[in-house]
């Protein structure tokens, strides 16, 4: 199970970025893919999760309204698309996917996910 991040870059205030989240070694069926973010000195935080099953989506407060997830299952890809993106949002994005999950209500934390990716750096600048 291997998860490959991408799609970070630099870009100003109240610009955009697509984030990639490429999947290999298992298919989404069953799966809840989440971003998580971390910026310097700050804890890892959830930001976004979907669903495979139902394609259910969830937002932390901070990005709602802002951040689209999405995912295309044929591609076993899942995208973060940025939008409006502020200062605060500069962090390392990372992916990952957690299965078993059968009730989702809420981003489930990071001990349930399983695999994760290698991260990519978002910097926005003021």
């Known amino acids: 199970v291997q998860l490959q991040a991408s799609g970070g870059g630099l870009v100003q205030a109240g610009g955009s970025l697509r984030l990639s989240c490429a999947a290999s ?3 989404f069926d069953d799966y809840v893919i989440g971003w998580f973010r971390q910026a310097p000195g ?3 935080e959830g930001v976004s999760c ?4 139902d394609g259910s989506t969830y937002y932390a407060d901070s990005v709602k309204g802002r951040f689209t997830i999405s995912s295309d299952n044929a591609k076993n890809t899942v995208y973060l698309q940025m939008n409006s993106l502020k200062p605060e949002d500069t962090a390392v994005y990372y992916c990952a996917a957690a299965d078993g999950i059968v009730v989702v209500t809420a981003i489930p934390p990071m001990g349930l ?3 994760w990716g290698q991260g990519t750096l978002v ?3 003021s």
């Open 50 to 53: 979907i669903t495979s099953s």
């Open 25 to 27: 070694g298992f298919t």
């Open 113 to 115: 996910y399983g695999s």
């Open 42 to 44: 700050k804890e890892r």
């Open 123 to 125: 910097t926005v600048s």
